[in-house]
């Protein structure tokens, strides 16, 4: 090895070998950086990776819901069915071609009332079957500040697949208010209303017929028609109930506030 044998000068022999170590040195250094410089390139299949964690993505809430939370209608509950209302709303669902609101009411004394349309008592609409109508009495709000009147409404709902119409007179449909803490009446639709003591109206078939009334806080009485009793109604709940033939009573209630 240190001696090279052949016909050529040794010189010659040593070149070779001089040239041929330097090409195996220098594969040898491309090698070692190929593999150097391809350990820190990024992975494509998921196993490499950058070489810290990527910082977190802030997550933006969306906007926080606005429709209340209350789901039942405000003033106490009808015992005659109805769907609930929203926080200082009236509640139910109307039907298709529901009625509402212009007309004049027949309350009592002490009661201004409002309501669609009449229609007369012996229209060829067919009287609605007890069977087939719900009622709803409700208080617009829950509680009333001593400068406002309570605003009530009396909904009637043809569940039934057939148009007919309602009697919503004030003797028909008796709305009457009781004091809670004595469970007296303090006023009701029947004494002395101002108008016929029926009234029918024409309520579409899965539909509904609204009469609305506003209640000055005076009392009422049914032998008091000329000179009603003295005085306003107290600070206190009251309960408000409508009873009609053939139908269960619809209650509910609201709040007279103190000053």
Do not use: H
Request: charged share 15%; glycine share 16%; net charge positive.
């Amino acid at each position: 090895m240190r001696n090279p044998v052949g016909p050529l000068p040794s010189s010659i022999y040593w070149r070779r070998r001089a040239v041929l170590a330097s090409v195996v040195a220098l594969l040898a250094l491309l090698a070692v950086w190929t593999v150097s410089s391809g350990g820190g390139r990024s992975s494509t299949n998921g196993k490499g990776g950058d070489k810290g964690p990527k910082p977190v993505t802030s997550i933006t809430p969306g906007p926080a819901g606005t429709g209340p939370a209350i789901s039942q209608a405000p003033g106490g509950r009808a015992e005659s069915g109805g769907g609930a209302g929203k926080n200082g709303e009236p509640g139910g669902t109307p039907g298709t071609g529901s009625a509402s609101g212009g007309g004049t009411g027949s309350g009592g004394s002490g009661g201004t009332g409002g309501a669609p349309p009449q229609v007369p008592a012996d229209s060829p609409l067919p009287t609605c079957a007890p069977g087939g109508l719900q009622w709803e009495v409700k208080s617009v709000k829950n509680e009333y500040e001593t400068s406002e009147k309570p605003r009530l409404e009396l909904v009637a709902r043809n569940v039934s697949g057939t148009t007919c119409k309602v009697d919503l007179g004030p003797k028909q449909a008796v709305l009457t208010i009781l004091q809670a803490s004595t469970s007296k009446a303090v006023w009701s639709s029947a004494d002395c209303p101002s108008g016929a003591g029926n009234a029918f109206f024409r309520v579409p078939a899965q539909g509904e017929t609204k009469q609305s009334l506003e209640w000055d806080r005076k009392f009422s009485a049914p032998d008091q028609c000329q000179t009603p009793p003295a005085g306003a109604a107290a600070p206190d709940t009251y309960v408000v109930e409508v009873k009609s033939p053939g139908m269960p009573v619809a209650r509910t209630s609201f709040v007279l506030k103190q000053d």
